[in-house]
């Protein structure tokens, strides 16, 4: 392998890891899993001006339930929801997609290959050692031989200068070093994770530490009072609730048992933003919702049946029928008011059931064609999308067999390349690398739909390997138009993340990567 691609780690081999239930339904990690629901209602926002208050409880429900602590591992953005309150990262980002310190406090750019950070000289473990550059040598190393060692092997060597200042040594010039350290990567430590099983008991230097975890119920952080920002966190205690149900979570927000929740039933959004019973946050779309097809086999293997279906596919009535207008249309992995978003769209004219046809034609597909769609029952919204695109797709001679899988099957009929089609979601996009470079690159680490381009590869290697971020916002548009040409997977919509509280309750507000920032929640006196 060309020392120019990652370090590539055979994805079936973590199943165990990667493979299991994602938030929101199944799927493939905190990274790609099956569709949740969202919403884009204009709302006020869930922080007002105020000073934070120091104390108090808080219950926070989300919508599945964390089954690992483990940092390296990135099991499940459920637990990821947790762990990024135990543990800290280098850098943040911000709702504007700039970064701020973390226990970095301040970094720069060597050269294409170098990058060194001076560290912050406060931050104390929970298990009382001290935080210093020999952790952040440690996690890189232990990434290495762990699930999200796939994101990390752009990094050969993380070395320590000083008891707090580490340079970073690279394989080869790496564009998404910044989003890496703000969304992937958080520090962990050699002695807390030698005398502990961290999948377990997570030991970190972050805002919270680990109280109680009765699996399958709750997990309960404590306020680390060592914690290396000042005045924070707020709380004295959070506790992390998995409640599956939309209609349950505002129910207990309405009865005061809930105080934070991700996501309440998509139609009743509008109704609640206009309320005043409950404070809604921010809307912000981070999460591309997608058809990923099998290329590896008929009838998909040929691109001109899957742009019959990108021609067939009419976006606007999934985001009406499926995300009750919740939603917004998708072409690309970055959405508005993402600084990569580009508007970029082969299909824009979209939908045409004449150059769908045609398509097919050219195909030598003459009589209708029947494919399979692999959905999850429990799944709401992947099977309503599903039946939506079932009557799209019959309007141009293809019939879709919506077949239903539990998850672990779900997910063994695209790592063993069954499927014929499904649709999923990716998280991480924040940088648009972490989904280009890995899901539609050959020997990408996610590449389920086992598409390969040599073409593409050099288009995806330009893009991410190139260090100077003018040229690298040069070539995406091109990436986007790629892709949306070559169709291995078909944006559809983009998930809106807004959080719902009680009045007297401030919220984070959502964030490209994801987190639930718990540190900055605070309740009203």
């Given amino acids: 392998m060309s020392d120019r691609n990652f370090d590539r780690r055979t994805f079936i081999r973590r199943a165990g890891a990667l493979g299991a239930v994602g938030a929101g339904g199944g799927g493939l990690s905190s990274l790609l899993a099956a569709c949740g629901s969202s919403s884009q209602t204009a709302a006020t926002g869930g922080a007002t001006p105020g000073k934070p208050v120091a104390g108090g409880r808080a219950v926070l429900a989300t919508v599945d339930k964390p089954v690992n602590m483990d940092a390296a591992d990135g099991q499940l953005y459920s637990s990821i929801q947790v762990y990024q309150n135990i543990y800290a990262s280098l850098l943040y980002i911000n709702e504007k997609f700039g970064f701020d310190p973390g226990l970095a406090a301040s970094w720069t750019q060597d050269d294409e290959r170098t990058w060194t950070l001076e560290l912050v000289d406060n931050a104390v473990w929970h298990n009382g050692e001290p935080f210093t550059a020999d952790d952040v040598a440690f996690t890189f190393e232990r990434f290495k031989e762990h699930p999200l060692g796939s994101f990390t092997a752009a990094v050969k060597r993380a070395e320590a200068l000083a008891q707090h200042k580490v340079r970073l040594h690279l394989a080869q010039p790496y564009g998404a070093l910044e989003p890496l350290l703000a969304g992937l990567v958080s520090i962990m430590n050699e002695k807390a994770v030698k005398s502990a099983d961290p999948k377990l008991k997570p030991i970190g230097c972050g805002p919270y530490r680990m109280k109680e975890w009765v699996q399958d119920d709750h997990v309960t952080l404590e306020k680390w009072d060592k914690y290396f920002k000042p005045d924070m966190p707020h709380l004295d205690e959070i506790v992390f609730r998995a409640v599956g149900d939309d209609s349950v979570r505002l129910t207990g927000l309405q009865t005061g048992e809930l105080d934070w929740a991700q996501r309440i039933p998509p139609q009743r959004v509008a109704e609640f933003s206009k309320s005043s019973e409950l404070v809604v946050s921010p809307t912000r779309p981070y999460n591309p919702d997608m058809i990923m097809f099998n290329c590896t086999k ?62 097919l034609r050219e195909a030598g597909i003459t009589g209708r064609l029947s494919v399979n769609f692999a959905g999850q029952p429990q799944v709401s919204t992947q099977m309503r999308e599903a039946q939506v695109m079932q009557a799209q797709l019959k309007k141009v001679g293809i019939d879709l067999n919506i077949q239903r899988y539990e998850p672990a099957q779900w997910f063994e009929q695209l790592s063993s390349k069954k499927y014929d089609m499904t649709s999923t979601y990716f998280s991480a996009t924040f940088d648009p690398a972490f989904f280009y470079g890995i899901v539609t690159r050959t020997d990408g680490s996610f590449n389920f739909p086992g598409y390969s381009s040599k073409e593409t590869d050099e288009l995806l290697d330009r893009f991410v390997f190139e260090s100077d971020q003018k040229v690298r916002r040069q070539l995406y548009p091109e990436v986007v138009q790629r892709i949306g040409e070559e169709v291995p997977v078909l944006f559809l919509t983009n998930e809106i993340q807004q959080y719902w509280t009680k009045p007297t309750f401030q919220g984070a507000a959502p964030l490209p990567t994801l987190e639930i920032r718990a540190e900055e929640m605070w309740r009203k006196s």
Avoid: H, M
């Fill in 298 to 359: 008929p009838p998909f293997n040929d691109v001109r049946v899957r742009q019959a279906v990108a021609w067939a596919i009419d976006r606007q009535e999934i985001v009406d029928l499926v995300w009750y207008g919740t939603a917004v249309p998708a072409t690309e992995a970055t959405a508005k008011p993402s600084p990569w978003y580009t508007g970029v769209d082969p299909y824009k004219d979209g939908p045409n059931p004449d150059k769908a046809k045609a398509l």
